[in-house]
């Protein structure tokens, strides 16, 4: 099939018979394939050569025209919001993830494509494959606070505590994040079931400093039932926050809401070791002391405030 030389209005015509005159799906990613260098330079008749792929069943041979194609042109917006298009139309989890992959790795993809994007990952099924593409998303493209938002939607949107955990420490380690974007991961801790998972993540975002208001994880972190994941977190943000009054006594009234007596006094002692000298502070700390039902671990806090 020779295309070189076709008007825009003609290349555009030929593109949305192709996926339904070719007697396979399998010919008519042969076809696509082989004259995608035609398409490519158009803005209308490579929007229209991707919306082609919507006339085809076979969500492999979708994929693999996407794959094959991507980077070898710039995108435009139009073309990822008819591959988004596309994405929607799938099944296969597995075939998406891979678009979106190719798509993160070779492609160079503004802010809104990965908004369009994030509609197709909403729409997926397996969180080990919608964490697979968050992955390379973060790792080979830059987000804005908005872009980063969709995503961290996404991930808010998992079943899976263990995917959430794994696609919060892809995005942590390469991006960097704003009070909004720090505020979806507070919702996200509170949408848990696995403390072990919500402590795993209070580790790496203050690692990472990536919260600078320890208010955003408090609520997550109350809601957790076990104590030693709570004294765990508690533990992780008082090595790695500014221990000011402010936070000092924030932390000391979240160790006062655990449970159980020996991590209670655990943490506090952990925030006495890092807590300004201050009156405030202090009678925080008394006040959460108090609630401490062992006589003898109230015992050793208040000789230590005494001392």
Do not use: C
């Not at 993830?97 to 908004?115: C, M, R």
């Not at 942590?172 to 919500?198: R, W």
């Amino acid at each position: 099939m020779a295309l070189d030389g076709l008007s825009s209005q003609d290349l555009q015509k030929i593109a949305g018979s192709i996926g339904s005159d070719l007697d396979s799906d399998f010919e008519s990613a042969k076809v696509l394939v082989k004259n995608y260098d035609v398409f490519k330079d158009d803005p209308e008749a490579s929007t229209a050569y991707f919306g082609a792929l919507l006339d085809m069943d076979s969500d492999f041979e979708r994929a693999k025209v996407i794959t094959t194609v991507s980077g070898k042109s710039v995108f435009t917006h139009e073309n990822i919001v008819q591959i988004t298009q596309v994405l929607l139309d799938m099944d296969s989890d597995v075939e998406r993830s891979k678009v979106i992959t190719s798509l993160a790795k070779k492609a160079n993809l503004t802010n809104p494509d990965i908004i369009s994007l994030a509609r197709a990952l909403m729409d997926m099924d397996s969180d080990f494959e919608r964490s697979k593409s968050i992955k390379w998303i973060s790792e080979n493209q830059t987000l804005n606070e908005e872009s980063l938002n969709a995503l961290l939607k996404v991930v808010i949107d998992m079943d899976s505590d263990f995917e959430r955990s794994k696609s919060v420490k892809f995005l942590v380690l390469d991006q960097k994040f704003t009070m909004p974007n720090q505020a979806n991961i507070g919702k996200l801790i509170m949408e848990m079931d696995s403390d072990f998972e919500k402590s795993k993540i209070v580790k790496i975002v203050m690692e990472e400093e990536v919260i600078t208001n320890i208010g955003v994880l408090a609520p997550g972190i109350n809601d957790m039932g076990s104590a030693f994941e709570k004294t765990k977190s508690i533990s992780y943000m008082v090595d790695y926050v500014d221990m000011d009054i402010e936070n000092s006594i924030a932390l000391i009234q979240l160790a006062a809401e655990i449970d159980s007596d020996y991590e209670k006094t655990k943490s506090l002692n952990h925030i006495a070791d890092e807590m300004p000298d201050d009156d405030g502070v202090r009678k925080a700390f008394l006040d959460a002391a108090k609630t401490i039902k062992s006589d003898s671990d109230y015992g050793k806090l208040i000789r230590r405030m005494a001392d």
